[in-house]
Structure formats: structure tokens, C-alpha cells
């Protein structure tokens, strides 16, 4: 079956550098890639997914990068804030026999932003 | 903006006892998820609905865990009897995914999380 993996487990930034979560899966069939935003205590939320047409998606200072041929796709963040602290996990859409869908999410990467 | 909404939001018990969560969906959003996050992991997929009907439950540990969403709307995951390793955040997603249609965005509920001494 489907399998995500991610790293690294923690980063930590200053204020305002440039921060890169990557994600390697092994299903070639999978085609839809989500990054969620879990903020301690709440619940995930997603920030940003691309679909295996394209291969790149920005959305102010987030963006995500998608390398079929590779299998992974990359979470960059730019410009980070302190609000930016959060665990954030990717995920793979798995498209089982039977036809309906699911994700498979990786284990996450917890982000420190100091000031 | 419509939410997914679970409870209780936290829950304590004992071993071997049986515990309930409830999930309501945002409203429309045919599929509906139940996954379970232990710390320090991503969410890990324990039964999907289609409407009122199980898609997949191959993760689901049948012999404790059960989960019926009787008229495809909220739904409900039951856990007897529950055990130390059941310890975990219980989380509950909905999308407006059709069989046939494309993957769409899975809004998480807020989660249950649940101790057992």
C-alpha cells in the first residue's frame, strides 16, 4: 500500500528565514498531495494541495512543489512568523481497488519559529 | 464557515470500560472519516463512510472498535472494551467526495481526545 515518510521530524528557523518540509511516497498512482496545519491542541487544517497535473502551487508565502518522476513533493515557507510554530503533515491520496479514495499521511514535522 | 463537530472533547476512563464518540459532519459532505492520531504521529485512517454506508475499514480493529453513521449524517465510533494501547486522539473528517468524483478537501473536526488508565 500507500507509504508517506517526511523530514525531518522538527525544524527550527529564525524569524523570517525560509523553512522546507519534504515528503516521499511510494504509490506512482497517487494524485492528490495536501499539507495540513496542526496547531497545538486544534485541529488539522489544511493550508495548501496540489494535484498531479502541475507542479507547482503558491499561495502568498506558502508553496508546495510536486516531482512525479522523483515520487516527493516539498512544503516551502518563506519569510516565516512566529505563528508559522505548528506541526504540519503532508499526505498522499491512495486510490484502492475498490475505487473509493483515501489519504495516508506522513508523521509530521513540528516547526519552531524564534524571533 | 460550517465546522465538523465532535464530542466529548476529552474522555478518561478505565480499561476494559466501553467509550462512545460522536461526530456531525458539515453539512452536504456525503464521506465522513475516523482516524486516530497517537502523539507524535499523523492521523491514521480507521473507517471511512459513504453516506450511511462503511467504504473501508480494513484499519478498524473489529473485535473493539465499531462505527455506524445510521442516516448518513453524524456518526458514531465505540470503543468495548477499551485498552491502554487505545490511548489517542480520535478524529473525525468529512468531504463532499463522491464514489466517482475527485478527491476533495477533508475539514477535520476538532478531535476526542481519550486516556486509558
Known amino acids: 500500500g500507500e507509504n508517506v515518510e517526511q523530514h525531518p521530524s522538527t525544524l527550527s528557523v529564525q524569524e523570517g528565514d525560509s523553512a522546507v518540509i519534504k515528503c516521499t511516497y511510494s504509490d506512482s498512482a497517487s494524485n492528490y498531495f495536501p499539507w495540513y496545519k496542526q496547531e497545538l491542541g486544534k485541529r488539522p487544517q489544511l493550508i495548501i494541495d496540489i494535484r498531479s497535473n502541475v507542479g507547482e502551487k503558491k499561495d502568498q508565502r506558502i508553496a508546495v512543489t510536486l516531482n512525479k518522476t522523483a515520487k516527493h513533493f516539498s512544503l516551502h515557507i518563506t519569510e516565516t512568523q512566529p505563528e508559522d510554530s505548528a506541526v504540519y503533515f503532508c499526505a498522499a491520496l491512495k486510490a484502492p481497488n475498490t475505487g473509493f479514495q483515501k489519504l495516508v499521511f506522513g508523521t509530521g514535522t513540528r516547526l519552531l519559529v524564534s524571533p | 464557515e460550517a465546522e465538523v463537530a465532535q464530542s466529548p472533547r476529552y474522555k478518561i476512563t478505565e480499561k476494559s470500560q466501553a467509550v462512545a464518540f460522536w461526530c456531525d459532519p458539515i453539512?452536504?459532505?456525503?464521506?465522513l472519516y475516523w482516524y486516530r492520531q497517537i502523539l507524535g504521529q499523523g492521523p491514521e485512517l480507521l473507517v471511512q463512510?459513504?453516506?450511511?454506508?462503511?467504504?473501508?475499514d480494513s484499519q478498524l480493529p473489529k473485535d473493539r472498535f465499531s462505527a455506524e453513521r445510521l442516516k448518513g449524517v453524524d456518526s458514531t465510533l465505540k470503543i468495548q472494551p477499551a485498552e491502554l494501547g487505545d490511548s489517542a486522539m480520535y478524529l473525525c473528517?468529512?468531504?463532499?467526495?463522491?464514489?466517482?468524483?475527485?478527491?476533495?478537501?477533508?475539514?477535520f473536526g476538532p478531535g476526542t481526545r481519550l486516556l486509558v488508565l
Open positions: 473528517a468529512s468531504s463532499l467526495d463522491s464514489p466517482s468524483g475527485s478527491q476533495e478537501t477533508q475539514y
Open positions: 453539512s452536504g459532505h456525503a464521506t
Open positions: 463512510f459513504q453516506d450511511e454506508s462503511v467504504v473501508d
